[in-house]
């Protein structure tokens, strides 16, 4: 039982490309999050969805656009690749937005732009 | 803003061994701290947390201690094992929110 999972694990794509990540927990949270993890392993959050709506969107380039179908599900599209998108990303997810409640991270999806 | 420091890796040690990883804090107020670990391949999981001055987090034998004085969060263990080789993250929560702002990470290796 898987509780965060994303699809797929590795995509290798060329620059240009249009690509898509998905992510679904089954954990009920109301809370999910995309974050980007370079090649020295900084992590940094990407953008946040509660109960559907964004909350959190950082200075992320509009060619990454969030979406988040239902609670359980957020996913990540990306127009336009260019290899500074190669990274790992992780959805993660966490009961409540409010409080300071423990986030679940997914396995990561390793994409390689060429 | 909101900043989280570590002491870079790797940091290689024997088993057995005694393990601390640094990590102060520059923040507004006083903000829960976290350490996630991140093994081989996987994603994040918690490792402990403190939400607030003076609390000790602890799991499976890591403990760190909220320090305000020191804007502290070090982690220490007494004894590593293989198996604890890995990326260790401190964090921040930012915020009223559950924002976490992460340090650079620390890789840890533990030789037999």
């Known amino acids: 039982d898987t509780a965060v999972s994303q699809t797929p694990k590795y995509l290798v794509t060329q620059m240009g490309n249009d690509k898509s990540i998905k992510c679904e927990q089954n954990l009920g949270h109301d809370t999910m999050y995309w974050y980007k993890q370079d090649s020295k392993k900084f992590l940094k959050i990407m953008f946040s969805?509660?109960?559907?709506?964004?909350?959190i969107n950082e200075t992320v380039p509009n060619r990454f656009s969030p979406k988040s179908p239902d609670k359980a599900h957020l996913n990540l599209h990306i127009n336009s690749l260019e290899l500074g998108d190669s990274a790992v990303y992780f959805c993660?997810?966490?009961?409540?937005?409010?409080?300071?409640?423990?986030?679940?991270f997914g396995p990561g999806t390793r994409l390689t732009v060429t | 803003g909101n900043s989280v420091t570590q002491m870079e890796g790797p940091v290689t040690l024997s088993e057995e061994a005694f393990l601390t990883i640094n990590c102060t804090y520059t923040a507004t107020g006083y903000p829960s701290l976290f350490w996630y670990v991140q093994y081989p391949g996987e994603g994040l999981q918690l490792l402990l947390k403190a939400t607030k001055a003076d609390d000790k987090g602890s799991n499976k034998g890591f403990e760190a201690t909220y320090r305000k004085e020191t804007t502290s969060f070090h982690l220490e263990k007494g004894s590593v094992q293989v198996s604890d080789s890995a990326v260790y993250f401190c964090a921040l929560r930012e915020g009223g929110g559950n924002k976490l702002v992460f340090g650079a990470g620390t890789i840890l290796r533990v030789k037999s």
């Open positions: 969805y509660n109960n559907k709506e964004l909350i």
């Open positions: 993660a997810s966490s009961l409540r937005w409010t409080e300071a409640y423990e986030q679940y």
